[in-house]
């Protein structure tokens, strides 16, 4: 194994460990972890950028099928503006609008317990920006 390959396993590692504490988590056959936190579906990836960089990559699908309307774009929008972890993103299909949250950050070398909160502090934003969303889209 290269030390490119065991620096990014161990940290998938660390992350799957972290989130098992909060969630069932699955790994899928491209080596992601895969978990639902609520009603958000999110993954988790891990890369190395650069020699010593390794990434863990977070998305989280928020919500889908939005009202493809004006009010809705401002709704992600404005709660894009307030975000302090990761960026809010929304995409225009044939059913609407579809809308993830996707955070990256250096994870090697962080101890499961603030790896844990960290991704936590993510994706408990992604499921009140979903409830937040699905009432403006209601409304």
Known sequence: MTDEAKRTADTMAAAREALEVFHE???DDDGA???RHGEV???VQVMELSEGLTVLSL??????DLPNSADTAVAVAERAGQGLFGTLGAVRNDKGMDVTLRYA???EG???AALGT???LVVSTASQVRGEL???ADA
């Open 41 to 43: 579906p999110c993954a």
């Open 105 to 107: 950050f250096p994870a």
């Open 59 to 64: 998305t989280c699908v928020v919500a889908w």
């Open 25 to 27: 988590v699955h790994v």
């Open 33 to 35: 972890l895969t978990f």
């Open 118 to 120: 960290l991704l936590m």
């Open 110 to 112: 962080l101890g499961s």
């Open 134 to 136: 699905l009432m403006a």
